[in-house]
């Protein structure tokens, strides 16, 4: 949510954030752009949440456009 953008449609508030799970088909990717004039994105995967600069290792306060895709199923 951010300046004009409402949370979705059943969206829940927890007291520090809104979470919201969106009913579309699942994106081949997308893009998460980092900015020290932001605040930095928050990602939990297998049980572990950290800051997006911690998942990438990119240095705080720098410039990047982070793409996020899916992991290819191990045969």
Do not use: H
């Not at 004009?4 to 979470?19: L, Q, T």
């Not at 990602?43 to 290792?57: I, M, N, P």
């Not at 720098?62 to 290819?72: L, Q, S």
């Amino acid at each position: 949510m951010g300046a004009g953008m409402d949370p979705g449609p059943n969206a829940r508030f927890d007291g520090s954030g809104w979470s919201w799970t969106p009913t579309i088909a699942p994106l081949p990717e997308f893009a998460l752009t980092l900015s020290p004039y932001t605040d930095d994105y928050r990602l939990c995967a297998g049980g572990r949440c950290q800051s997006l600069y911690g998942w990438t290792g990119v240095t705080p306060g720098t410039i990047a456009v982070v793409v996020v895709r899916p992991c290819e199923t191990p045969k």
